[in-house]
Nanobody, 115 residues
Framework: QVQLVESGGGSVQPGGSLRISCAAS????????MGWYRQAPGKQRELVAR???????DYGDSAKGRFTISRDNAKDTVYLQMNNLSLGDTAVYYC?????????WGRGTQVTVSS
């Protein structure tokens, strides 16, 4: 069993930056695929980025070139650094942990980009 708690969300102006974190409790954090998804009102949940135990990283199209995912296995934490944020990045951002597919989900953290 893994519990995930996101933090660091908030409001930011267009062009700004934000770093969100996801702290995991439980065992074997380093063996899980860790990911960030987001869901905007009226839209489906979409992949933002995920990082594998090997260090391999996948980014969703919306994140490429602007967002960076990283993990600290010593702290059981995964991060998402978001730069050059735009209005379209407004969403609830969810952390997940899984194997071939996501298994565990956090409750999400709200990111709002507005002028």
């Amino acid at each position: 069993q893994v519990q995930l708690v996101e933090s660091g969300g908030g409001s930011v102006q267009p062009g700004g930056s934000l770093r969100i974190s996801c702290a995991a409790s439980g065992s074997d954090f380093s063996t899980y695929n860790m990911g960030w998804y987001r869901q905007a009102p009226g839209k489906q949940r979409e992949l933002v980025a995920r990082i594998f135990p090997s260090g391999r990283i996948d980014y969703g199209d919306s994140a490429k070139g602007r967002f960076t995912i990283s993990r600290d296995n010593a702290k059981d934490t995964v991060y998402l650094q978001m730069n050059n944020l735009s209005l379209g990045d407004t969403a609830v951002y969810y952390c997940n942990a899984g194997r071939a597919t996501p298994i565990y989900w956090g409750r999400g953290t709200q990111v709002t980009v507005s002028s």
